[in-house]
């Protein structure tokens, strides 16, 4: 069965320090991967989706980064973080059969 | 910005009534999808409804589509504690990502 894990769970940042969320998925190949932003009693905000490998695209131009160096890992990135970059940070992964999204159990960051 | 918009942002009732969430998007989809997320969690799918599709069941989950109102009702019956949580939709418009609503938090008192 397919699974999705994200680390780390919960991080304490200063602005200005670098970042870097990882999300890897097991049990399925070349899936469309996505990193969702939710700020805290909010909805769902798309940052950045992958098709494949090296393949990124943005939705929202922003302090953030996203790569994707193997087929099932997703990395969200920033250099500076800014105060407005705390939230709740989910990364996803599509079923190509039923189109539905499985998310992983998301990072909290607060940068301070 | 943000396709779908649930309404009522909040909602609080008693065990075993039922509970009714909206959702109404702006563009044409190809399917729209509901998704629960416990308190800290990530989301979890709970049923998808295709746009050729009025309505569907799921268990206790029924859910309507109106494409002609751009609109979806989802309705949990005998509500339990357990359902405690916030429910999103998702409109697919047919490219690649979801586009996720600001969500209804449902409280279901015992």
């Known amino acids: 069965s397919q699974t999705i894990h994200q680390w780390p769970a919960t991080l304490v940042q200063p602005v200005g320090s670098p970042l870097s969320l990882e999300c890897t998925v097991e049990?399925?190949?070349?899936?469309?991967l996505y990193w969702y932003r939710q700020a805290a009693g909010r909805g769902l905000q798309l940052l950045f989706y992958?098709?494949?490998?090296?393949?990124i695209s943005s939705e929202v131009p922003q302090n953030l980064s996203a790569s994707r160096p193997q087929d099932r890992q997703f990395i969200l990135s920033s250099k500076k973080l800014l105060l407005s970059d705390s939230g709740f940070y989910l990364c996803a992964w599509r079923s190509f059969f039923t189109g539905e999204l499985f998310f992983g159990e998301g990072s909290r960051l607060t940068v301070l | 910005s943000q396709q779908g918009e649930e309404d009522p942002q909040a909602l609080s009732i008693q065990e075993g009534e039922n509970a009714t969430m909206n959702c109404s998007y702006k563009?044409?989809?190809?399917?729209l999808q509901w998704y629960r997320q416990n308190s800290g969690r990530g989301l979890v799918h709970l049923i998808l409804?295709?746009?050729?599709?009025r309505e569907k069941h799921s268990g206790r989950l029924r859910v309507t589509l109106d494409t002609s109102k751009k609109s979806s009702s989802l309705l949990i019956t005998a509500s339990r504690a357990a359902d405690t949580a916030s429910y999103f939709c998702a409109t697919d418009p047919g490219r690649r990502a979801l586009t996720f609503g600001s969500g209804t938090r449902l409280q279901v008192q015992p």
């Open positions: 049990g399925t190949s070349n899936p469309n």
């Open positions: 563009t044409s989809i190809n399917n």
């Open positions: 992958s098709v494949g490998i090296g393949q």
């Open positions: 409804i295709r746009s050729n599709e």
